[in-house]
């Protein structure tokens, strides 16, 4: 499958107080992955960044999913992952130094995810200080938070020294409610219709910049759901 981000239209991380590192990936990601780069975010007064390249980013395939060093933010996922109704999403994110402010998570509802009509729900973790994000984005714009961040004591921090941290997150779509997951916890539950965004769909991980993760183990829980 080519990588949807090699035709994608750049990233939202800015080069001037936030830069994004230089990696130097393929170009290629491991069988039956796409990816999508975050669209250029508009800086008053300042230049646009070059739209990044798919060697931007490294995604090699390890024992029980990928690893991503990025290189710019962008969502990962398998076609194959499309799930509806009432199910349970999962994945297991394992970074082995520290990560500074930067987040990592899981999306579902995704749709047109190699276009600008691009949607899904995002929900992601900072382990820097235990911070959690639930967001929407419905287009190349930008997204808007249901959930701004908050800290909350379920997220595994980044250890002292090293700055290692894994952290078990999940989605649990059910009928009238979402719940989010953080390491067997339920850190906050939103009522389906409070979304503006429908959960059907595509299945994934996001990875802001500068990260360097192991995804393990995505999954999505036929029994609490259906999964086609």
């Known amino acids: 499958m080519t990588p949807a981000g090699a035709?994608?239209?750049?990233?939202?991380?800015?080069?001037?107080?936030?830069?994004t590192h230089k990696v130097s990936g393929s170009g290629r990601m491991p069988a039956?992955?796409?990816?999508?780069?975050?669209?250029i975010v508009a800086r008053a007064g300042r230049p646009a960044p070059a739209p990044p390249r798919a060697t931007d980013v490294d995604v090699?395939?390890?024992?029980?999913?990928?690893?991503?060093?990025?290189?710019?933010?962008?969502?990962?996922?398998?076609?194959?992952?499309?799930?509806?109704?009432?199910?349970?999403?999962?994945?297991t994110f394992t970074q082995t130094r520290g990560m500074a402010h930067e987040?990592?998570?899981?999306?579902?509802?995704?749709?047109?995810?190699d276009d600008?009509?691009?949607?899904?729900?995002?929900?992601?973790?900072r382990p820097q200080d235990g911070g959690i994000l639930?967001?929407?984005?419905?287009?190349?714009?930008?997204?808007?938070?249901?959930?701004?961040?908050?800290?909350?004591?379920?997220?595994?921090?980044?250890?002292?020294?090293?700055?290692?941290?894994t952290n078990r997150l999940a989605v649990r779509v059910d009928v009238d409610s979402v719940w989010f997951v953080a390491n067997d916890r339920v850190v906050r539950a939103l009522a389906r219709a409070d979304l503006r965004i429908p959960t059907d769909g595509v299945v994934g991980v996001r990875?802001?910049?500068?990260?360097?993760?192991?995804?393990?183990?995505?999954?999505?829980d036929r029994a609490a759901g259906r999964i086609r």
């Open 207 to 220: 990875v802001n910049h500068n990260l360097d993760l192991l995804v393990t183990d995505l999954r999505v």
């Open 7 to 19: 035709q994608s239209i750049g990233v939202g991380a800015g080069p001037y107080s936030d830069p």
């Open 60 to 91: 090699q395939a390890v024992a029980g999913g990928v690893r991503v060093r990025s290189g710019p933010a962008a969502i990962y996922w398998r076609a194959s992952d499309v799930a509806s109704g009432r199910f349970t999403v999962s994945a």
């Open 116 to 125: 600008g009509r691009e949607r899904y729900l995002y929900f992601v973790v």
């Open 103 to 113: 987040a990592y998570g899981l999306l579902v509802g995704g749709a047109h995810l």
């Open 134 to 165: 639930v967001s929407r984005r419905t287009s190349d714009a930008r997204p808007t938070a249901l959930v701004p961040w908050t800290v909350h004591p379920a997220v595994h921090r980044e250890r002292a020294g090293d700055g290692a941290a």
């Open 32 to 39: 039956g992955w796409a990816m999508r780069f975050d669209p």
